[in-house]
């Protein structure tokens, strides 16, 4: 009956005390979540640091093979020594010597075996030209007694030069061969040897008044 009597004496709660202790509530656990949540982002580990320690390292090109390429790239063709430069000029010389200028010197090859200058006469534009041949020894012969309107270096190796001549037909004028024909010339036991046929002094050579 006493318990009844004190329930009665208190107030009675209206619907705005409610809404406070729930307002509370809501306030109360979102203050519990953010705390949790603060936590949470001080101990979780550190994904960017992650990325970086994933990322492989490129590996770096050597420095040594690139500089070794950049070299080879920037050598020359050594040129001709002291002695194969003489070797030349002697045989120039030897040209001269003959009563012919050489047409181009750099046709002759120190390193040949068997080697050639291409000469032709001096003061005679109309005179055609001459095969000289040489060893390390100097001239060993000429491609003929008798000149060519047209002469010229089509191969060479070390031991075998193949010469191309202007052919003359019938109707040819002078210093207008219609055809060609190549003739190879090699060493044979020391002396220069034709090994195809030559055209004869008629079909190679007329005399231009140039």
Do not use: C
């Amino acid at each position: 009956m006493k318990a009844e009597r004190d329930r009665n004496r208190l107030p009675k709660k209206g619907a705005a005390s409610r809404w406070s202790r729930r307002i509370a509530g809501v306030l109360a656990t979102g203050a519990l979540i953010g705390v949790g949540w603060v936590s949470y982002d001080m101990i979780k580990p550190d994904s960017g640091a992650a990325v970086i320690a994933l990322t492989p390292t490129p590996t770096a090109t050597p420095k040594a093979e690139k500089s070794k390429k950049h070299k080879a790239a920037k050598q020359k063709p050594k040129g001709l020594t002291k002695a194969q430069r003489q070797a030349r000029t002697d045989a120039v010389k030897t040209i001269r010597e003959q009563g012919f200028t050489t047409v181009k010197e750099s046709d002759y090859d120190p390193k040949a075996t068997l080697r050639v200058l291409i000469g032709r006469p001096v003061g005679d534009a109309g005179g055609g030209q001459t095969a000289f041949f040489f060893t390390r020894d100097g001239l060993v012969g000429k491609d003929a007694q008798s000149p060519s309107t047209e002469v010229s270096i089509a191969k060479k190796t070390k031991s075998t030069i193949t010469l191309k001549y202007g052919v003359y037909g019938p109707s040819d004028p002078a210093g207008q061969p219609s055809s060609s024909k190549k003739v190879r010339f090699k060493l044979s036991s020391g002396a220069l040897s034709p090994q195809d046929t030559l055209p004869t002094a008629e079909e190679r050579f007329k005399r231009s008044t140039g």
